[in-house]
């Protein structure tokens, strides 16, 4: 597992054997899993940042992690992961 999938783990901790088990089974959710990383890294860059546009981003990046928390949740309420590429 990458560190950047590893993430989501942490973010939902008491549920890590059904994403593990999503990201084997499910491509779909193991992009979304990729892409919360690379946005909470990205959140977590701009949040120390002093450029002017700082403010900006950390909203926009914070707006993205939360759709992206709602995909993995309602992911994991289907039966059906879809299957890998």
Do not use: H
């Not at 560190?3 to 959710?29: Q, S």
């Not at 919360?36 to 990205?42: M, N, R, S």
């Not at 914070?62 to 890998?84: M, N, R, T």
């Amino acid at each position: 597992m990458s560190d950047l999938t590893y993430l989501i783990k942490d973010r939902f901790p008491n549920k890590g054997d059904a994403i593990a088990f999503r990201m084997a089974k499910d491509a779909r959710f193991l992009a979304i899993c990729k892409d919360y990383g690379v946005c909470l890294k990205a959140y977590r860059y701009w949040k120390r940042s002093r450029e002017p546009e700082a403010g900006t981003r950390v909203s926009e990046y914070l707006e993205l992690i939360q759709s992206l928390e709602s995909e993995v949740e309602e992911a994991l309420l289907d039966p059906q992961p879809e299957a890998p590429d």
